[in-house]
């Protein structure tokens, strides 16, 4: 059905940036919601960013004002601008997608984040 291919993810130091990409193979727009979820070894997989359809946007609390969720149309692409880093933002991070009423749940295969001192 609909695919995710997330790229960008790498080492970084303290207060480097990086910007992840999700490419999608549906229009964007015609979900619900996109956003980035990350999970660190032995943690849950929680919500980072995310984007409705109409173009609302809310962040974790750890990541606000450091971290920008963005979109473009004609790619099909969502975006994840990170900066400032910190160690604590190492994860895997997953883009997902979801229809009206979450009735399709789509899932990309993560991209790693590594920050380190």
């Known amino acids: 059905q609909v695919q995710l291919v997330e790229s960008g993810g790498g080492l970084v130091q303290p207060g480097g940036s990086l910007r992840l990409s999700c490419a999608a193979s549906?229009?964007?727009?015609?979900?619900?919601?996109m956003g980035w979820y990350r999970q660190a070894p032995g943690k849950e997989r929680d919500l980072v960013a995310g984007?409705?359809?109409?173009?609302?946007?809310n962040y974790a609390d750890s990541v606000k004002g450091r971290f920008a969720i963005s979109r473009d149309k004609a790619r099909n692409t969502v975006y994840l601008q990170m900066n400032r880093l910190e160690p604590e933002d190492t994860a895997v991070y997953f883009c997902?997608?979801?229809?009206?009423?979450?009735?399709?749940?789509?899932w990309g295969q993560g991209t790693q984040v590594t920050v380190y001192s």
């Open positions: 549906t229009n964007i727009f015609s979900m619900n919601f």
């Open positions: 984007v409705t359809d109409g173009g609302h946007t």
């Open positions: 997902n997608a979801k229809t009206v009423l979450s009735r399709f749940d789509y």
